[in-house]
């Protein structure tokens, strides 16, 4: 069903914003202000604004090193400026400015975080998801995953362990064509990855992962099935990532003319033509909402330059639980 012209405007809103976010932080990591490696997410706007739109509060959700899309959109908007203090290292970052661009997660929006190693979270999500379960919740869980991380045999094991339990796992495995430099075909035997859905008697599906719309679609039809107990899904976004693997690297292993043939499926302008020619909706109106989102994120940027750095005795802090009472232990 398509979105109404409300709901399609808002999650145009979110994609607007997420690209111009990373935008800047692509900017401030190239010029050094942004410490360590940044995994750009430009071009994959509409698998992440749209799960994450599908989702509620309570849901867990895993991102995944180039999550800063998801990250933002689950954050509470208040906090936004503070997901970028963290990429930029600060203090005032939703962790302190210890986690930085992969290591960040706000569990007042169960975004559990990620931690540097690919297909971990794949299997630590059903943790989460098994709670849901044995407190008798509606919540699901979604971990994202690139095509190179589907091929981590941790994958086997979360999916294998999910569909016998019949856990509430949304696997949103997002297909931007390549690990690093390796094109997915070269290191899976499948044309569709979400194929790997059937060895585990579940549902996949293959999905245009630059459509918003059709994105929100997929994302429910998993959710609900979650919701009713009846296990997990592997969503398969196919997409495409503008830049490097990391800001910094000249993706010189694409052939001629890829990138192009995708900006042209860009899920920011593909959004925009719907607004206009299926909801009439006026230039104005598209074009305020950038300004908007302009402000918005001059407000993070000049919160996150003007913010102070950690000082060096914090280090100690959070590296033990403060009082942490754990059932049936003393
Ligand atoms: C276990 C493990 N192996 C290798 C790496 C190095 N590494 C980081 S990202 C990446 C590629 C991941 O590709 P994909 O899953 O397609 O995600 P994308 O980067 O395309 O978003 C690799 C190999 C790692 N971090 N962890
Ligand atoms: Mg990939």
């Known amino acids: 069903m398509a979105l109404t012209k409300e709901h399609l405007l808002k999650v145009y809103r979110d994609m607007v914003l997420i690209r ?20 750009l997410s430009i071009g994959q706007e509409a698998a992440q604004a749209g799960v994450i739109d599908a989702l509620k509060v309570t849901d867990y959700k895993f991102p995944d090193h180039r999550g800063h899309g998801a990250i933002v959109l689950s ?27 992969m290591h ?21 999500c059903l943790g989460t998801a098994f709670a849901s379960v044995y407190n008798k919740t509606d919540d699901v869980t979604v971990v994202f995953m690139g095509d190179g991380t589907l091929g981590e045999g941790t994958c086997h094991e979360s999916m294998n362990l999910a569909a016998t339990w019949k856990l509430p796992v949304i696997y949103a495995l997002i297909n931007n064509q390549y690990a690093i430099s390796t094109f997915y075909t070269d290191s899976h035997p499948q044309e569709k990855l979400s194929d790997w859905s059937k060895g585990y008697g579940v549902p996949g599906e293959t999905v245009d992962g630059n459509d918003i719309e059709v994105v929100i679609e997929a994302t429910n039809r998993a959710i609900e099935r979650a919701r009713k107990g009846e296990g997990p899904t592997l969503i398969e976004y ?14 010189a292993y694409r052939p001629d003319g890829e990138l192009e043939k995708w900006k042209e499926r860009c899920p920011l302008k593909l959004a925009r033509q719907k607004l206009i020619e299926t909801h009439a909706v006026a230039e104005k109106v598209i074009h305020d909402i950038h300004q908007e989102v302009e402000e918005e994120i001059e407000a993070y940027l000049q919160f996150s330059l ?3 750095v950690p000082v060096p005795e914090d280090s100690i802090l959070h590296v033990y639980a403060d009082d942490v009472q754990v059932e049936g232990r003393k």
């Open 104 to 124: 960040i997660n706000d569990l007042s929006v169960r975004n559990m975080g990620f931690n540097g190693i690919q297909g971990s979270t794949v299997v630590t």
């Open 238 to 251: 196919m997409t495409y990532r503008w830049q490097g693997h990391f800001s910094g690297d000249p993706a």
């Open 20 to 39: 111009r976010f990373e935008e800047v932080v692509e900017k401030y990591s190239i010029n050094g202000t942004i410490p360590g490696f940044i995994h």
């Open 306 to 308: 003007e913010s102070p």
């Open 75 to 101: 954050s509470f908007p208040e906090e936004r400026k503070r997901i970028m203090a963290e990429i930029f290292g600060k203090k005032t970052g939703i962790n302190g400015g210890r986690g930085g661009s």
